[in-house]
């Protein structure tokens, strides 16, 4: 196999995996190659999903498609399908490179191996963070991603992240604060902090204190440039009063908390293991909208995990109910191979499933348009991100994490003032404000 001058990264599942496929580019871009399409590209890295067995598959059936018409790039599948198959994948599909989303840093090395016909798999969960080993960051978007905490010791019973991505590990204060930086200094309004429990995140500060992420929170505020900070995935267990007060105290806190809860029965989220109640988390956000009576606010759920019964997941609707969640994502119960859940009794049908999660969507859909709808009318300011397909459009954020559609003469990277006038099902559209000459 030839030493390949062009690359293509395509990631699959969650932001963090955006976030290593970016960092993994910019490795490669480093190192001398060129980014191209996927059809084209000389070395292809599938940055791949393990959540559930259907991100699992896309893997395999995008290996035979970047296969066809007898093409051969180098093909190296990274993230948590790479970390649980490890060596199975290469056998099962015949890739050439295998990566952890812990050993990425040594991307390069493998190209060489690979290119030189050597075995190259590296899933290794070093001590040593990979961070170090990066290069610095280049020029991004408006919107940006920062990967703050990796890995997750809670262990729910149905889920491979643990197992994925290793120990919960907090990134050092200093090592964010400097990624940061570089990222206003590469053209970021806003930063999203990332980590699979990100509120867990723990570091000490140059005076030498602990901070929680409310203390990083209030750092990243006061850098010059930064006008919006977000922040995901949040455990209910980790949201500490400094964080929930944060979000009335720090102006560039954008009003947005994605709390995953996955049930409403007692019963199912014990079997979960997930160490809240429906109580307690109710509660939480209670607390949390004393704090920010604006926020919006979002969650996980699954359905038909097994032994789930009917009046359990009604309690499930009785919670969206009672919270009214202005968007929120859910899954089918998916059995993950190693995982406890995957051996416990109860099965629920495909057909059940299938209509739990329907009536599930019914309900979520139902409250993220009301939440849509209760914005009309409302004067905000919109982080445009990107050109819209209209001629003089543009699209850009909410506060509250909408997508607003405008026609403006403000460029990519303003935050411009808009009036909400109407509300489609996934967007908003919006108004620019015409301000007055003085
Ligand atoms: N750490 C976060 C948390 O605790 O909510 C998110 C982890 S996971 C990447 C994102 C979501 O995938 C979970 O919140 C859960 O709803 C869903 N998920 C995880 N394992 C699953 C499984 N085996 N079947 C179906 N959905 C699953
Ligand atoms: Fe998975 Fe639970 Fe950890 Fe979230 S908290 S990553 S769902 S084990």
Redesign the pocket.
């Known amino acids: 196999m030839t030493t390949p001058k062009t690359f293509h990264v395509k990631s699959f599942g969650?932001q963090m995996n955006v976030y290593d496929g970016e960092r993994m580019g910019e490795l490669l871009a480093a190192g001398g190659l060129a980014v191209a399409d996927a059809a084209d590209a000389d070395l292809v890295v599938l940055n791949t999903c393990h959540?559930?067995e259907k991100a699992t598959e896309k893997v395999y059936s995008d290996i035979g498609r970047l296969r066809k018409g007898g093409r051969e790039p180098m093909i190296a599948v990274a993230g948590c399908v790479a970390q649980a198959e490890g060596p199975e994948i290469a056998r099962r599909a015949g890739v050439d490179i295998v990566v952890g989303p812990q050993a990425y840093h040594n991307l390069p090395t493998l190209v060489a191996k690979a290119a030189a016909g050597e075995s190259a798999l590296d899933t290794d969960m070093p001590a040593a963070s990979k961070f170090g080993a990066l290069p610095a960051r280049r020029r991004v978007g408006a919107s940006a991603f920062l990967t703050v905490q990796e890995g997750?010791d809670?262990f729910?019973t149905?889920?491979v992240?643990p197992y994925t991505r290793g120990a919960e590990i907090s990134r050092p204060w200093s090592a964010v604060v400097d990624e940061a930086k570089a990222l206003v200094d590469a053209g970021a309004k806003e930063i999203t902090l990332l980590g699979?429990?990100v509120n867990a995140w723990e570091g000490v500060d140059e005076a030498g204190r602990t901070q929680g992420l409310d203390g990083l929170i209030r750092a990243l505020d006061r850098l010059p440039g930064l006008a919006r900070i977000r922040y995901t995935?949040s455990?209910p267990n980790d949201m500490t009063q400094g964080l929930i007060d944060a979000h009335r105290e720090v102006e560039s806190l954008m009003p947005f908390l994605h709390l995953?809860v996955?049930a409403g029965s007692d019963r199912v989220l014990k079997a979960m293991n997930r160490s809240h109640s429906r109580d307690s988390y109710l509660r939480i956000l209670d607390r949390v909208r004393v704090s920010r009576p604006d926020i919006a606010l979002s969650g996980?759920?699954?359905v038909g995990f097994p032994g789930e019964s009917d009046a359990e997941f009604e309690e499930t609707l009785a919670l969206v109910d009672a919270v009214a969640y202005a968007q929120a994502?859910s899954?089918?119960?998916?059995p993950?191979p190693g995982t406890p859940a995957a051996t416990m009794e109860g099965a629920v049908l495909p057909e059940v499933m299938d209509e739990r999660l329907q009536r599930l969507q019914a309900a979520l859909n139902r409250d993220q348009a009301a939440f849509n709808a209760g914005t009309i009318g409302r004067r905000c300011d919109v982080l445009l991100e990107r050109p819209g397909k209209l001629p003089g459009q543009l699209i850009g954020k909410s506060p509250w994490l909408q997508s607003v559609h405008l026609v403006s003469d403000a460029a990519i990277g303003d935050l411009t003032s808009v009036d909400i006038v109407a509300a489609g099902p996934n967007s908003m559209t919006g108004a620019a404000v015409i301000r007055a000459a003085a």
């Open positions: 969650c959540i559930r997750c809670k729910c149905y889920c992240v699979q429990n995935t455990h995953p996955q996980d759920f699954i994502y899954f089918k119960y998916s993950r």
